[in-house]
């Protein structure tokens, strides 16, 4: 079973500005992915970044990046250059084993960006 | 890839009737998930589908709620007797390998 801790309930950002969300969780699985998803007022889940736990190197896609501490089960999301369009909840969730796909979610935070 | 499709989007239903949702996934991906989020938290797992078969349910999905996915091509989210904490947010999500893709939703009302 995964647990989820996102300690951060709203952050905000100006624009082109960078922010780092917080996340750190629990786990049983020795395999398994944690991933980021946002959510804007639409609704709709969007995968953000995701990171393989067995690789040490920080997952990047373009203007976000993670820092993945393992032993410490923390895996923040850094935004750098921070877009209006980047406003929405953020998610972290992890999952792994033979249970891909069945994710755990945390509460979420908030981001506003700030023209 | 023309993403995956939940239908209807929202539903407003009088407490006592069942309600039917529908979820289409991306046409390659054997995996099927169903999520279910109140406004202000995550989405919580209810169960997922592997091709037809329904691999696992979560201890949410009481026993008024089923899940079916024929043919392991679209599938359905029946809750009978709907009940006023049913009122969320049902997700729909579908992967070939560990992304989920996700639908956007169909949102339940029970007056």
């Known amino acids: 079973a995964q647990t989820v801790t996102q300690s951060q309930p709203e952050m905000s950002v100006q624009e082109a500005e960078t922010v780092t969300l917080s996340c750190t969780y629990d786990?049983?699985?020795?395999?398994?992915?944690l991933f980021w998803y946002k959510q804007p007022p639409s609704r709709q889940m969007i995968l953000v970044i995701r990171q393989e736990a067995y690789k040490q190197q920080n997952a990047t896609e373009n203007r976000f990046s993670v820092n993945f501490q393992k032993a410490a089960k923390s895996f923040s999301l850094k935004i750098s250059d921070s877009q209006l369009g980047d406003a929405a909840m953020y998610f972290c969730a992890p999952t792994g084993g033979t249970s891909y796909g069945k994710l755990t979610f945390g509460q979420g935070t908030i981001l506003t960006v700030h023209p | 890839d023309t993403g995956v499709s939940q239908d209807p989007r929202h539903k407003i239903t009088k407490r006592g009737q069942n309600v039917t949702f529908r979820c289409d996934p991306i046409s390659e991906h054997n995996r099927l998930y169903w999520y279910r989020q109140t406004l202000g938290q995550g989405p919580e797992f209810l169960t997922y589908?592997?091709?037809?078969?329904?691999?696992?349910k979560s201890r949410l999905l009481s026993d008024r709620f089923s899940a079916e996915r024929p043919k392991g091509s679209f599938s359905t989210l029946e809750i009978q007797r709907t009940e006023q904490g049913d009122s969320a947010m049902y997700l729909c999500?579908?992967?070939?390998?560990?992304?989920?893709?996700f639908g956007s939703g169909t949102q339940l009302s029970v007056l």
């Open positions: 786990t049983s699985e020795s395999d398994y992915y």
């Open positions: 589908f592997q091709n037809e078969a329904q691999l696992e």
């Open positions: 999500a579908s992967s070939f390998g560990e992304k989920l893709f």
